[in-house]
């Protein structure tokens, strides 16, 4: 096993720890507790080291040159793009400016969330 594939797989599994711990956040922060704050330094913690595992993810994944399939690295960094710009939607200067900040918030990161999926399934073809 090559170091490239080892930061490969090592990165896969940070992402899906913490694309886990997202998931199980937004069901219990979005499930009949909406008066609940849902942020926090845990939420964005999280949220960094997804993006930072993805892209190193994929920098490896592309490094190493698996030959997986060419849909597999667009879905891929289709669903970084997606996770980034969720979290852009909450930051300071981006936030006023649009209308309703939480509910981008929360459709981009479900689309991430999809892209994730149809990547691990283009992954295998």
């Known amino acids: 096993m090559t170091p490239v594939l080892l930061v490969e797989i090592v990165s896969a599994l940070v992402a899906l720890v913490a694309l886990i711990y997202l998931v199980v956040h937004l ?3 979005h499930a009949g507790r909406r008066g609940e704050r849902s942020g926090g330094a845990a939420h964005v913690r999280a949220s960094v ?3 930072v595992a993805a892209v190193v993810h994929g920098v490896a994944a592309m490094a190493y040159g698996s030959g997986a399939h060419p849909a597999a690295y667009a879905l891929g960094w289709a669903a970084v793009a ?3 710009a969720s979290g852009a939607c ?3 200067p981006v936030r006023p400016r649009l209308a309703r900040p939480l509910a981008w918030h929360v459709a981009l990161f479900v689309a991430g969330l999809v892209l994730v999926v149809a990547h691990a399934i ?3 073809l």
Do not use: E, I, K
């Open 27 to 29: 069901v219990r922060t």
């Open 122 to 124: 283009a992954g295998r």
């Open 90 to 92: 909450m930051l300071a």
């Open 49 to 51: 080291v997804l993006c």
């Open 82 to 84: 997606a996770f980034l």
